[in-house]
């Protein structure tokens, strides 16, 4: 896309001073740092615990979350839950949101067929995504797939290569100054909806597991 096409940015819509996240949740339902709020149903802002360790980034709502207005409240969603207790995570101590905030999709029909958000759109989106790190402070973000990847480690990171392993964050960041935010630690690992598509379901669902047993074990105490 080129630079005069690309969207404004969520910057704007993004207030000076909030004080939790209820009022950064109120301020992005307002946003239009993109186009597409314009198909889609509504925003879908992160939820969870205001004082949670984790911060699981997947990659936009889907179908469902985008009725509902919830992240990860579809089939997806089911998987990710059972995963994080599999692994031992309270979940209590988990803050969920997507990389961007609004379901891209394609008409067929009646039928609303999801689409990856693109470059211009991650990067119109991540205005939210920094201010729930800002006032967030987790120890830990997990990534979930190639869109939070992108997002959040930038276009060169493969998950497939580098998944499980605990990294330094925002500073493994291709930029990390796109995210003022204190360091903390990062794990990628597959999307649940990839594990969902798997041939071998069992397997997909195991290295989920295992990469959320790391993210678990870097948690001190
Ligand atoms: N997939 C995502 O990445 N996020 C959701 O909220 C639902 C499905
Ligand atoms: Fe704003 Fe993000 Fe929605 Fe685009 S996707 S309109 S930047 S909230």
């Known amino acids: ?26 301020a992005a339902a307002q946003c239009e740092g993109c186009e597409l709020y314009q198909n889609a149903t509504q925003t879908v802002f992160g939820r969870g615990a ?35 207790d599999d692994a031992g995570i309270d979940p209590s101590s988990v803050y969920i949101t997507n990389a961007v905030k609004h379901f891209r999709f394609e008409l067929r029909g009646k039928r609303r ?6 470059p211009a759109h991650i990067t119109a989106c991540r205005p939210w995504l920094v201010s729930e790190f800002s006032l967030l402070k987790p120890e830990l973000v997990v990534v979930l797939g190639a869109t939070a990847a992108k997002a959040l480690l930038g276009p060169s990171f493969r998950v497939t290569r580098s998944r499980g392993q605990l990294m330094p964050w925002p500073a493994s960041a291709q930029h990390p100054e796109d995210f003022p935010v204190a360091e903390i630690q990062a794990v990628a690992t597959i999307h649940p909806s990839a594990v969902l598509r798997a041939d071998d379901r069992e397997t997909a669902y195991r290295g989920l597991v295992d990469d959320l047993k790391v993210a678990q074990g870097a948690l001190a105490g």
């Open 113 to 118: 067929i999801h689409q990856n958000p693109g």
């Open 50 to 84: 205001a004082d949670a360790r984790i911060v699981f980034v997947g990659e936009q709502p889907g179908d469902v979350e985008d009725k509902q207005g919830l992240p990860f409240v579809g089939p997806a969603g089911r998987l990710l839950r059972e995963a994080v």
């Open 1 to 26: 896309m080129a630079r005069n096409e690309d969207p404004p940015g969520a910057q704007k819509w993004v207030p000076s001073h909030v004080d939790d996240l209820g009022d950064l949740k109120a």
